[in-house]
């Protein structure tokens, strides 16, 4: 067995992310933190994350909105992060488990039962996948958007998380558990390589079809390939794999222990590892690198801060303690003066640092991109959201020297899904959702046998309810490992 650190638990969300091809684990004998001790003051971010899902959820269907308190439309991605919170409002003591499951079986009873087909109007989604964006009230699809495969894998994230977290021998969360089985096993995954791609695009319409756009890495479309090629029913062809990281040599940045495969963006490196613990995954890339996927993530939020700190577009404001690039509201759409020269500035937008694929840098820091680094830049992090309440509050950011993306500032409201990684990373959350996930796993002992990569892998299994639990499609094996919101790319390239 592998060592875990005492920051976080072991747990494994699914035995989906040892689909990877090549896989294996290896020991990780750094150390972290000890606990999951935290500053007071973040139970407080906590508590105050969970009840913009909890007091804006619609009690009706389970839908999220999209942000808060504009009026808004539901973005499935909210909704998965929703099916997350909750369970942690339960263990948090902030609402009753009995309430976080009636909450979660009306979700899941909806999006079962929501009207799927190739109509332009009147569907809430296809092929078992959803719409982007969809009605608060019917669901129906809102206006144009897009049939989403990364915001589908959010929802799908949540879905199935609740169908770990909620395993009593109790009628309500019985239906959870078969609704989750249900609603991840009727996804078509390659729907979205049906026009003869390797790679999965990025969405559909039913006006144009697949969107050109496919993900390929690095960016937070992993987890999409971990889903797929680890269904039930539709899984994605073994070799999807290799279509992910094709791309890879275009992303490394760094040398030696900077080394990573770089997406500008933080929210990239966060999103899927909110469910899965890449502690120990390797696939051929990262192996010959030497790294596992956790600590890529790590060596980029470590350049994430390097660049804010080093500042050099000279920003108002930027420190080692104030900083965070990722995607975010920004001050708007305009060019302005900026310190003898013309700065263009964006309204909502990917951010990261320049010199890392999509790039962008417009001043506009997000505290969720400090947040959502907690796990892996814990002492980093810490010192942020003080110092940019502090910031705001003094007024010694914003205008065009620097802005802050956060709730109520300059003029934007809270986006659903960014609170949603921040709640869900920080130490001790994460290390309740990696916990619940494998104390919930399964009841029976592993059946352990070897891959053709030469991997240790382990047979699919049942969970305590007697329900299967997805693995692997390699021959009906699932690689034995350690286990750990709206897309911006979507909105950039779907139009």
């Given at each position: 067995?592998?060592?875990?650190?005492?920051?976080?638990?072991?747990?494994?969300?699914?035995?989906?992310?040892?689909?990877?091809?090549?896989?294996?684990?290896?020991?990780?004998?750094?150390?972290?933190?000890?606990?999951?001790?935290?500053?007071?003051?973040?139970?407080?971010?906590?508590?105050?994350?969970?009840?913009?899902?909890?007091?804006?959820?619609?009690?009706?269907?389970?839908?999220?909105?999209?942000?808060?308190?504009?009026?808004?439309?539901?973005?499935?991605?909210?909704?998965?992060?929703?099916?997350?919170?909750?369970?942690?409002?339960?263990?948090?003591?902030?609402?009753?488990?009995?309430?976080?499951?009636?909450?979660?079986?009306?979700?899941?009873?909806?999006?079962?039962?929501?009207?799927?087909?190739p109509e332009p109007t009147g569907k809430t989604g296809h092929k078992g996948f959803f719409y982007h964006f969809i009605d608060m009230e019917t669901g129906e699809r809102f206006r144009d958007v897009e049939l989403s495969s990364v915001d589908t894998t959010l929802l799908l994230m949540g879905v199935l998380f609740a169908g770990r977290y909620y395993d009593r021998d109790d009628p309500a969360e019985a239906e959870?558990?078969?609704?989750?089985?249900?609603?991840?096993?009727?996804?078509?995954?390659?729907?979205?390589?049906?026009?003869?791609?390797?790679?999965?695009?990025?969405?559909?319409?039913?006006?144009?079809?697949?969107?050109?756009?496919?993900?390929?890495?690095?960016?937070?479309?992993?987890?999409?390939?971990?889903?797929?090629?680890?269904?039930?029913?539709?899984?994605?062809?073994?070799?999807?794999?290799?279509?992910?990281?094709?791309?890879?040599?275009?992303?490394?940045?760094?040398?030696?222990?900077?080394?990573?495969?770089?997406?500008?963006?933080?929210?990239?490196?966060?999103?899927?590892?909110?469910?899965?613990?890449?502690?120990?995954?390797?696939?051929?890339?990262?192996?010959?690198?030497?790294?596992?996927?956790?600590?890529?993530?790590?060596?980029?939020?470590?350049?994430?801060?390097?660049?804010?700190?080093?500042?050099?577009?000279?920003?108002?404001?930027?420190?080692?303690?104030?900083?965070?690039?990722?995607?975010?509201?920004?001050?708007?759409?305009?060019?302005?003066?900026?310190?003898?020269?013309?700065?263009?500035?964006?309204?909502?937008?990917?951010?990261?640092?320049?010199?890392?694929?999509?790039?962008?840098?417009?001043?506009?820091?997000?505290?969720?991109?400090?947040?959502?680094?907690?796990?892996?830049?814990?002492?980093?992090?810490?010192?942020?959201?003080?110092?940019?309440?502090?910031?705001?509050?003094?007024?010694?950011?914003?205008?065009?020297?620097?802005?802050?993306?956060?709730?109520?500032?300059?003029?934007?409201?809270?986006?659903?899904?960014?609170?949603?990684?921040?709640?869900?990373?920080?130490?001790?959350?994460?290390?309740?959702?990696?916990?619940?996930?494998?104390?919930?796993?399964?009841?029976?002992?592993?059946?352990?046998?070897?891959?053709?990569?030469?991997?240790?892998?382990?047979?699919?299994?049942?969970?305590?309810?007697?329900?299967?639990?997805?693995?692997?499609?390699?021959?009906?094996?699932?690689?034995?490992?350690?286990?750990?919101?709206?897309?911006?790319?979507?909105?950039?390239?779907?139009?």
């Open positions: 067995m592998i060592d875990r650190r005492a920051l976080l638990t072991r747990s494994s969300l699914l035995a989906t992310a040892g689909a990877l091809p090549a896989c294996t684990p290896v020991a990780r004998p750094d150390g972290a933190l000890a606990g999951n001790s935290l500053p007071a003051f973040y139970e407080d971010i906590e508590e105050r994350t969970f009840r913009c899902f909890w007091d804006n959820v619609n009690r009706k269907n389970g839908l999220v909105p999209d942000r808060w308190p504009t009026p808004s439309f539901c973005s499935i991605a909210s909704v998965g992060f929703g099916l997350t919170a909750y369970p942690i409002g339960v263990e948090r003591g902030w609402c009753t488990r009995a309430e976080a499951r009636d909450l979660t079986l009306t979700t899941l009873r909806f999006f079962w039962n929501a009207p799927q087909g959870i558990r078969k609704l989750a089985l249900a609603i991840y096993a009727r996804a078509d995954w390659n729907f979205f390589r049906s026009d003869g791609r390797k790679p999965v695009s990025m969405g559909w319409h039913p006006e144009r079809g697949l969107i050109p756009a496919s993900w390929v890495g690095y960016n937070e479309g992993m987890f999409v390939y971990v889903l797929g090629l680890g269904a039930p029913e539709h899984p994605l062809p073994a070799d999807s794999w290799e279509a992910w990281t094709a791309n890879y040599a275009r992303c490394w940045r760094g040398e030696g222990p900077t080394r990573h495969l770089a997406f500008a963006p933080l929210f990239g490196h966060q999103y899927s590892q909110i469910w899965i613990d890449y502690r120990g995954i390797q696939d051929a890339p990262i192996r010959e690198a030497g790294l596992d996927y956790f600590e890529n993530s790590r060596r980029s939020t470590f350049a994430n801060r390097a660049y804010c700190t080093a500042n050099p577009r000279h920003w108002d404001g930027w420190s080692k303690d104030i900083w965070g690039l990722t995607a975010c509201d920004g001050p708007g759409n305009y060019k302005l003066p900026f310190k003898s020269e013309t700065r263009e500035f964006f309204g909502y937008s990917a951010r990261g640092p320049l010199g890392q694929p999509d790039e962008r840098d417009d001043g506009t820091l997000a505290p969720t991109a400090a947040l959502g680094s907690l796990p892996s830049r814990p002492r980093s992090s810490f010192p942020v959201p003080k110092r940019c309440a502090a910031s705001m509050a003094t007024g010694s950011m914003g205008n065009t020297g620097s802005s802050i993306c956060s709730t109520r500032a300059s003029g934007t409201s809270m986006l659903g899904w960014r609170p949603g990684q921040s709640i869900r990373r920080t130490a001790g959350t994460r290390a309740t959702i990696w916990a619940s996930i494998r104390d919930r796993s399964c009841s029976r002992p592993p059946t352990t046998g070897t891959t053709s990569s030469g991997g240790t892998c382990v047979r699919n299994r049942r969970s305590a309810a007697g329900s299967r639990w997805p693995g692997s499609r390699a021959a009906g094996w699932v690689r034995l490992h350690r286990h750990s919101f709206l897309s911006h790319q979507e909105r950039r390239r779907a139009a």
